[in-house]
């Protein structure tokens, strides 16, 4: 099979990669205020019924 491959150039590729960190801290940050509000969560039920 003749297939031709694209690849972006290097410039491109950067980007692409400061994209994809961007994303990756953007979900590291919301699973932290996340697990925050279970904790908060957790605690306020704690309060409730004792």
Request: hydrophobic share 45%; glycine share 6%.
């Amino acid at each position: 099979l003749n297939r031709k491959l694209m690849i972006p150039g290097l410039t491109e590729q950067g980007m692409i990669g400061q994209f994809f960190s961007q994303i990756d801290s953007l979900i590291a940050l919301h699973q932290r205020k996340l697990e925050k509000l279970h904790q908060l969560k957790s605690a306020f039920l704690s309060k409730m019924f004792v």
